[in-house]
């Protein structure tokens, strides 16, 4: 699928679906793969981003890639090869049947659109493959990768022009090595409707514009063998549209149907319950928030004046002491106490009667 996949998002095991949903419209994600393994088989859920359908297939075989690619003889992975999307090729999808037609849709979906006038072949360097086996009603999944190689050329002339070192030590004369007319194995292998007459030049060498090459297949795996099981209209909660073995009657599906819009009224009215107790909390924490802020403000009212007394109080406090003073300087005697005296910063004693501890009486006899 590269290089269009989200290939640097992280995971995570509490992550659901959901999360995934509300994501793919950020990072332009048009379908997701999900991979399940139950006791029956393991599947794969096809799915269409944000509302369906989705695609329930069965996997009967599958082999990994580096499977495939240590089986090969002669192996063509190179990174180059993933810097552009694979060419979709459809096989016998053309049958009865509107699950085949839906499977076709979503697949050519998944992948950008070609023009045709205005595509660089340079840029088709993988292609995938999918035939629809009719008896068995399985579809097999291949990944390819496409070299194109001039033809008509000898072994030689060949590896001159890719730009390779020849051995030259069993040659008099590099004539020889040019002259010498022998053939590779894969080109006397190659059928006549792989060779193709090229409409533009390649970044490939040899491949020039109206010139004969052949096209060649490196495959780079994974192998799978799929079947369809199940079609549903909505993501994985909608109503089933097709299923391979079960087979509903009328009264069944309207009785599905039924209870499918009451499972739905019923999950909007408890949305709906939910927003209006969530409004009225809001209204509640407001509402507090507001009586917050009265207190907070009249406590700092009552702070203010009481500091405003306060300073009152220390200021004729302060007065009176200078006046005692004055009267010192100018008549030359300490004043009364009574003259002068404030209450400010003393409080009154409480009286606390005392009484006279009796001695003890000491005994004559």
């Known amino acids: 699928m590269e290089p269009f996949t989200a290939s640097s998002l992280k995971v995570r095991k509490k ?35 944000p509302r369906g359908p989705a695609l329930t297939f069965k996997i009967h075989s599958f082999s990994l890639t580096r499977d495939v690619i240590s089986m090969l003889k002669k192996q063509l992975v190179y990174e ?34 070609i023009n045709l006038t205005t595509i660089n072949l340079s840029t088709i360097r993988r292609c995938i493959c999918l035939n629809y086996n009719t008896t068995s009603k399985t579809i097999d999944f291949r990944h390819y990768a496409i070299k194109v190689v001039p033809v008509g ?68 795996g994974p192998r799978i063998t799929l079947q369809l099981i199940k079609v ?52 509640q924490k407001q509402e507090h928030k507001e009586k917050s802020l009265k207190g907070i403000q009249k406590k700092r009212e009552n702070d203010m004046l009481l500091q405003k007394i306060a300073k009152g109080s220390t200021e004729k406090s302060e007065l009176e002491e200078d006046d005692a003073q004055y009267y010192r300087e100018e008549v030359g005697e300490e004043p009364d106490k009574d003259l002068f005296q404030t209450k400010t910063g003393k409080r009154p004693h409480k009286y606390i009667m005392r009484y006279k501890t009796k001695k003890a009486k000491l005994d004559k006899s």
Do not use: W
Not at 85 to 101: A, D, R, T, V, Y
Not at 175 to 183: A, D, G, H, I, V
Not at 258 to 268: A, G, I
């Open 80 to 113: 180059e090869a993933f810097k552009s999307s694979p060419l979709l090729i459809l096989n016998n999808f053309s049958g009865e049947g509107m699950q085949l037609k839906l499977i076709a849709s979503t697949f050519q979906n998944m992948f950008p659109t």
């Open 232 to 283: 549903e209209n909505g993501l994985l909660d909608g109503e089933v549209l097709y299923h391979e073995f079960m087979h509903k009657t009328e009264e069944e599906k309207l009785s599905i149907k039924k209870r499918r819009e009451e499972k739905k009224k019923l999950k909007e009215k408890r949305k709906r319950l939910q927003e209006e107790n969530k409004k009225k909390k809001e209204v």
């Open 15 to 49: 992550n659901t679906i959901k999360d995934f949903v509300s994501i793919a419209s950020v990072l332009h994600v048009s379908h997701m793969c999900i991979f399940t393994k139950t006791e029956l088989g393991m599947y794969l859920k096809l799915c269409k981003l």
């Open 153 to 220: 050329l000898s072994r030689g002339i060949k590896k001159l022009v890719q730009a390779k070192v020849p051995n030259l030590s069993k040659c008099q004369d590099i004539s020889e090595f040019l002259t010498k007319p022998t053939m590779s194995e894969s080109e006397a292998e190659d059928d006549e409707n792989s060779h193709i007459m090229l409409s533009q030049k390649l970044s490939s060498r040899g491949n020039q514009t109206n010139s004969k090459s052949a096209i060649r297949l490196f495959e780079l």
